[in-house]
């Protein structure tokens, strides 16, 4: 093959590689992480005006079963129960802890997702959410862990009907808003 040949099948192919390596590239993608953790993270407050256990229950019961997009796994806790373990006993300001690990649609990257659930003063819920992609060297995630938060919680059937954008808060500038 002539040397413009060459060159033009590597170009094609290393933007293939490019394409099938990006960890996010479907709708809701849009608030990619540049090392605000020193490796690509997302952090969010998210409240649901449930109580803690149903909050926990729907959660667990979502990443048990894979998630919306069948790619969590549950990790055993330190209170030896899977997902979510429950710290009212202990008196703490949050009632349960949680941990799942996302494998990205590629199937080329996991990532860690924790969860707290703390009652608010209106019997409601307070998410704290944080997901921290797992490779070293993450400086810029596609906006994969804002998704691995995202997806998960409007997977879920809340009574009060589907997250609204205002139960939403981004937390420590990590994964902002899009530019629009």
């Not at 990205?104 to 990532?111: A, R, V």
Request: aromatic share 6%.
């Amino acid at each position: 093959p002539k040397p413009k040949t060459i060159m033009k099948l590597s170009i094609v192919s290393l933007l293939a590689l490019l394409g099938f390596s990006a960890a996010c590239t479907l709708d809701g993608c849009d608030h990619p992480d540049c090392g605000s953790c020193g490796n690509a993270c997302c952090k969010l407050s998210i409240t649901i005006p449930e109580d803690t256990e149903s909050v926990m229950n729907k959660l667990n019961g979502s990443i048990v079963s894979g998630g919306p997009d069948g790619l969590y796994t549950p990790m055993m806790t330190a209170e030896g129960t899977l997902t979510f373990g429950d710290l009212r006993p202990f008196g703490k300001p949050i009632d349960f802890i949680g941990q799942a690990v996302h494998t990205t649609i590629n199937g080329m990257y996991n990532d860690t997702v924790n969860f707290s659930l703390a009652p608010t003063a209106d019997n409601g819920t307070e998410i704290a959410a944080f997901s921290i992609s797992q490779i070293a060297g993450a400086y810029c995630d596609d906006g994969q862990n804002y998704w691995n938060i995202l997806q998960l919680v409007q997977g879920v059937k809340w009574e009060g009907g589907d997250l609204e954008e205002d139960q939403v808060a981004h937390v420590d500038g990590s994964c902002p808003e899009p530019s629009r």
